[in-house]
């Protein structure tokens, strides 16, 4: 059983590393195709850890309405929700399919203009996608008003750099001298150096852990140590 | 005007007067196969730059010597160089005076692992006259390796062996020094805080996927926070964004109850999948954080916009803060809101620290063995580059 | 004062009065031109040098979240591309809701511009996977598309004429909200050459800097200011030129709160010892 759950994924991730890592030296079309089932595969995975996530989805909301846990309305809520509109999306694929019966253009679908997804899709998910997003502008508002501080010189100097930056990513910026020039060599210069820093410390560390996985050093993804 | 003039008629002279020198067809280095490169020395008109305006290339690709010739590129003379592309020739000052086009193997299909002929003529064009090359030919083939890379290898090799020689030495010395990180030890408080106050701990794994090194850095983070937690007998949520993520944190939550002489307190529903949508998730990690009000919450891995979105309702229940992200545009975010944050590689050393592990503190210091090294490659190319010596950047140019 | 109002502090001003500034400026509607910067210039230069009929992918990565940043500045570029007679191949990497988005985007956009659906623009499907879904399309297309978002079988498809793999593009152009960028950087521009044009939000830009000065990219889009200067490159002033009087009233008032935070800091500092 330890074998299962230990030896055989370790040895798993070893190959297709080490594979992976030498078909990025190898160009031959024979590495290209291994490149493309590889490929193939994550994309499949990725497709059926959908599955796992929908059901856990739905265990967890069912427990919590089950238990009359505190909240437990949401839960209910969350749950019409998912029911609601899968059967949306099964009931419009049944209505397409018996469509095209009789008129051939018409293609089986859940979705698309006129379904019942569709109108969930830009008649709820979409608004409210936009209005989570718009309340980043009165957050960063009230981060800025908390925050920045002139406290150290090196405050100072972030804050009026920032103050120029805001000023040249909009067009009354263009109107004060110097302001665009300024916040684009901000931009370009200081921004991308100490970018630049950081990205070489995270290039490292993610080829030191990518080598970690690789020879089964680093088994946080197991569930080890 | 005059001047003018005189170059066009020099030139049209200076071409009828000229023939084609080296005309060749080289197989493509490094590629798949089904391509080669089509190269002739420049003609001794171009020597000239308005010389070199007034004459056009065309160049013509068959299968074989006597098949149908079809035209494949039309440039002036003052483009297409070997010396363009550097990844095939290299950086000798030599291939400026040559031509170079890469052509496709007539016949080729994608995939294919055979070796194609490839027959090729070049005419050069000027307003008055044309001169015609010979035909050269050549094999297109698949190519086993790519020289190009070979420094990519030489410094993952290096980095790689530098590791396993330090976690070998880790492993005989576990007394190795790291350097306080606040956040990190602000964990422990945290959690002994959630514990007196009976409230819960909110730890996200970021909106990556599993894929990714700062998932995998945020799951061994969580793994020693569940001993903690464990230990002290605190609720823990683990909301995810990613349905592999939620498998690999009940996993990493399982171990760290069990290794803490716990497993009974395990619960597997601590960790659950939420959904994968960017703002959907932060409504719901909101709403959790709204009617849970936890102790503290943690932050770590990989976040997007919404980073500013969860760190200040986090501020509002009055939990304490600790977020971790090598998300560089991110981070000003977190600085703001969170009591305490770590910057992009802390995160990556986070498991090392709170581990301890010679195993992990080996790898640790690999990396600072690896920072040396670009910094040292940055101040070297950097003088020698003042110099005018190009030599090392051309060695360290990646493809 | 309500106690839920208390606890926010002086929060709830902030909100309040960005609230308002916003809601004042958007009843006075007034568009100012934002001229194009070299970085955005990069893009429509990449664009504008194609050759007519050249096919060009757009990877639509965003969903209703950055609608508002992101849409006016997919919207100038199709109408760019079309204004050059190029084939427009719509995808995405990012997420279901993806897709949808990118429809209505793309079919309004064609309204206004005349384009016709398979001839002057095809739309494909979301792919999960990223760095895997773009290595794939990169060695066969049809492995991952065999078919259109409107299940139209390639062969069908006039605009999808002569494109078997991802380096058949003449130009890339990733449009989005996460790090889907990163897998066209490493799959796309590392593995396959492709030449890649980025428009992202506003907030991710900076990240993104320093890929102009190692030529990764042509050229950034960054936000609304971003979207507003292709508008005016394209001559097309729309949504991100209309939001761009309120952007800058919006700068100008975190400017404002800024300086008020250290206004109100140092006096609370001052009273403190006076207090003791």
Redesign the interface.
């Known amino acids: 059983m330890l074998h299962l759950k230990r030896t055989v994924p370790l040895a798993i991730a070893f190959l297709s590393g080490i594979l992976l890592l030498i078909q990025y030296f190898v160009p031959h079309p024979w590495s290209a195709k291994f490149l493309q089932y590889t490929s193939d595969w994550q994309v499949t995975l990725a497709y059926a850890a959908l599955l796992l996530g929908v059901g856990s989805l739905v265990q967890s909301h069912v427990t919590k309405a089950r238990r009359k846990a505190p909240g437990w309305g949401f839960s209910a809520v969350a749950l019409a929700a998912f029911g609601i509109t899968v059967a949306m999306g099964m009931w419009w694929s049944v209505h397409t399919a018996w469509q095209s019966r009789t008129d051939a253009s018409i293609v089986t679908t859940g979705s698309g203009e006129g379904s019942p997804l569709s109108w969930v899709y830009n008649s709820l998910l979409f608004p409210m996608g936009g209005a989570m997003f718009s309340i980043l502008g009165f957050f960063i508002a009230s981060a800025a008003f908390r925050a920045f501080r002139v406290k150290s010189p090196e405050a100072t100097l972030l804050l009026l750099s920032a103050i120029v930056v805001m000023l040249g990513q909009v067009p009354l910026g263009a109107h004060l001298p110097g302001i665009p020039q300024l916040s684009a060599w901000l931009l370009s210069v200081p921004t991308t150096a100490a970018k630049r820093a950081i990205g070489f410390g995270v290039a490292l560390g993610s080829i030191a852990t990518a080598l970690r996985v690789i020879f089964g050093i680093e088994r946080a993804y197991l569930g080890g140590e | 005007m005059i001047r003018v003039a005189a170059i066009f008629l020099l030139t049209a002279a200076a071409l009828r007067a000229q023939s084609f020198e080296k005309l060749e067809v080289l197989d493509a280095p490094?590629?798949?196969?089904g391509a080669a490169w089509v190269i002739w020395k420049r003609l001794p008109a171009e020597s000239d730059e308005e010389g070199a305006k007034r004459i056009t290339y065309v160049v013509s690709v068959a299968k074989d010597a006597t098949g149908d010739f079809e035209e494949v590129a039309r440039f002036p003379a003052t483009a297409k160089f070997m010396s363009d592309n550097t990844e095939a020739f290299g950086w000798s000052k030599k291939t400026a005076d040559w031509h170079a086009v890469k052509v496709d193997a007539p016949g080729y299909e994608?995939?294919?692992?055979a070796n194609f002929p490839v027959y090729a003529k070049v005419v050069a064009l000027s307003a008055e006259s044309e001169i015609a090359s010979g035909t050269a030919s050549g094999i297109a083939r698949?190519?086993?390796?790519?020289a190009s890379?070979f420094n990519?290898?030489v410094f993952?090799a290096l980095?790689?062996g530098v590791?396993?020689f330090l976690?070998a030495r880790a492993r005989r010395n576990s007394e190795i020094f790291v350097r306080r990180i606040p956040g990190l030890d602000a964990m422990e408080e945290a959690i002994g805080r959630a514990t007196e106050m009976g409230k819960p701990i909110l730890f996200l794994n970021g909106?990556?996927?599993?894929?990714s090194?700062s998932t995998?850095?945020s799951?061994?983070i969580l793994?020693q926070v569940a001993k903690r937690v464990a230990t002290y007998d605190t609720q823990i949520l683990v909301p995810?964004f990613?349905?592999?993520v939620?498998?690999?944190s009940?996993?990493?939550m399982?171990?760290g109850f069990i290794?803490a002489g716990r497993p009974d307190s395990y619960r597997p529903?601590s960790a659950?999948?939420?959904?994968?949508?960017?703002?959907?998730y932060?409504?719901a990690v909101d709403?959790i954080m709204m009617?849970e009000k936890p102790a503290a919450c943690f932050y770590m891995g990989?976040y997007?916009?919404e980073s500013?979105?969860l760190a200040?309702t986090g501020g509002?229940t009055g939990a304490i803060q600790i977020a971790g992200t090598?998300?560089?545009?991110?981070l000003p975010?977190f600085?703001?809101?969170c009591d305490y944050t770590l910057?992009?590689?802390e995160?990556?050393?986070a498991?090392a620290y709170l581990?301890r592990?010679p195993?992990?503190l080996g790898?640790?210091i690999?990396?600072d063995w690896?920072?040396l090294f670009?910094l040292a490659a940055i101040v070297i190319g950097t003088v020698l580059a003042l110099f005018h010596v190009q030599t090392f950047v051309h060695m360290v140019a990646t493809? | 004062m309500s106690p839920e109002l208390k606890k926010l502090g002086p929060r709830w001003v902030v909100f309040g009065i960005l609230g308002l500034v916003v809601t004042v400026s958007l009843l006075f509607k007034r568009s100012t031109e934002f001229p194009g910067t070299p970085v955005v210039k990069g893009v429509y230069d990449a664009v504008e040098e194609l050759p007519e009929g050249s096919p060009i992918l757009i990877s639509s990565d965003f969903d209703p979240g950055s609608e508002a940043e992101l849409v006016p500045m997919m919207k100038a570029i199709l109408a760019h591309c079309w204004r050059r007679h190029l084939r427009v191949i719509v995808m995405s990497l990012q997420s279901p809701n993806a897709m949808p988005l990118a429809q209505g985007i793309v079919e309004e956009a064609a309204r206004d511009n005349g384009a016709k659906e398979d001839e002057d623009y095809a739309l494909m499907n979301y792919k999960p996977g990223n760095l895997a879904a773009v290595l794939a399309i990169g060695q066969d297309w049809a492995s991952q598309f065999p078919e259109s978002y409107k299940h139209r079988k390639l062969a069908d498809i006039p605009a999808m004429k002569g494109i078997t793999r991802l380096g058949d593009f003449k130009y890339v152009l990733c449009i989005t909200a996460t790090t889907s960028v990163d897998s066209w950087l490493l799959g796309g521009v590392t593995k396959y050459g492709i030449k890649l044009g980025l428009g992202c939000t506003a907030v991710m830009a900076t990240d993104y800097y320093p890929l102009l000065d190692t030529k990764q990219i042509t050229g950034l889009l960054g936000g609304l200011a971003g979207a507003a200067q292709y508008e005016s490159l394209v001559k097309l002033p729309g949504k991100a030129t209309d939001g761009m009087p309120t952007q800058s009233l919006i700068h100008v008032t975190i400017i404002l709160f800024i300086v008020a935070g250290n206004i109100l800091h140092f006096a609370g500092k001052r009273r403190k010892p006076e207090a003791a």
Request: net charge negative; with cysteine.
């Open positions: 490094g590629d798949a196969g994608d995939g294919s692992a698949p190519n086993w390796l790519t890379k990519v290898f993952i980095l790689g590791m396993m976690i909106l990556n996927d599993m894929s090194i995998i850095a799951t061994a793994g995810c990613d349905p592999v939620m498998a690999v009940q996993e990493v399982r171990e290794s529903d659950f999948f939420v959904t994968s949508d960017q703002f959907g932060v409504a709403g009617r990989y997007y916009a500013l979105l200040e509002t090598d998300s560089v545009t991110q975010f600085i703001a809101s910057l992009g590689e995160l990556y050393a498991s581990s592990e195993i992990q790898s640790l690999a990396q690896g920072k670009v493809y």
